[in-house]
């Protein structure tokens, strides 16, 4: 199966700053996504990255805060912008690697924030 | 819309123990569902899963089996090892769309 690898894996913030988390793949995949899990709480998708066009954000998502880039089918980028403690989570990502149709979703390590 | 509701943890085992998690699930359609296990300072892999009613996912010693008329995805290990201390996450996938949904995730503990 596919391996996506992200970076920074973690990181610590300031409040205000922005960061930007990349995320590239080993082969080439039509879907990714980017989830946030918030400390102790379980996958929340934020977006689908579209390649070639703008992300499609999930309710109470929204590009000013979290704009991403998709410039081909291997790679992505996120950005976790003006960022507050609140935005203190594990951010992954992920990507669709079967085509049986079963929609299994490939997953990053995850990129830890932390923010100050 | 599509939601998960999994057995709330955490859970504390000795080896070799009996371990059932449960999970129920809402969807609107014909739902894939997956088992999802995070190691400890890893990233999510697939445990295993299944894509129709009836189906038996395994893997690792793992099983579950999709049962439309409970709505359920229950999943067991006959004898576990301290090994699969991990977080575990039930999902879903509605056939008509791409997202997963996760369950609140349950962490797992197996002394020795």
């Known amino acids: 199966s596919a391996v996506i690898s992200q970076k920074p894996s973690r990181d610590i913030c300031q409040r205000g700053t922005s960061l930007t988390i990349q995320c590239q793949v080993d082969?080439?995949?039509?879907?990714m996504f980017w989830y946030r899990q918030q400390p102790g709480q379980s996958l929340t998708l934020i977006a689908t990255a579209n390649q070639g066009s703008e992300a499609t954000y999930e309710s109470g998502f929204v590009i000013d805060k979290f704009p991403i880039s998709r410039p081909n089918l291997t790679f992505s980028t996120l950005t976790v912008s003006n960022m507050s403690p609140e935005d203190s989570s594990i951010y992954l990502c992920?990507?669709?690697?079967?085509?049986?149709?079963?929609?299994?979703?490939?997953f990053g390590a995850g990129s830890r924030l932390t923010v100050l | 819309g599509n939601s998960v509701t999994q057995m709330e943890g955490p859970v504390t085992l000795s080896e070799e123990a009996f371990l059932t998690i449960n999970c129920t699930y809402t969807?609107?359609?014909?739902?894939?569902l997956f088992w999802y296990v995070q190691y400890p300072g890893e990233g999510l892999q697939l445990l295993l899963k299944?894509?129709?009613?009836?189906d038996k996912g395994s893997n690792k010693g793992f099983e579950a089996t999709y049962r439309k008329e409970t709505t359920s995805f229950h999943l067991e290990k006959g004898s576990v090892q301290v090994s699969d201390s991990a977080v575990y996450f039930c999902a879903l996938s509605d056939s008509n769309d791409y997202k997963l949904s996760f369950g609140a995730g349950t962490t797992v503990t197996v002394r020795a």
């Open positions: 992920s990507a669709q690697t079967d085509n049986s149709g079963a929609n299994v979703l490939t």
């Open positions: 299944a894509t129709k009613a009836d």
């Open positions: 082969s080439q995949v039509t879907m």
């Open positions: 969807a609107t359609g014909y739902p894939s």
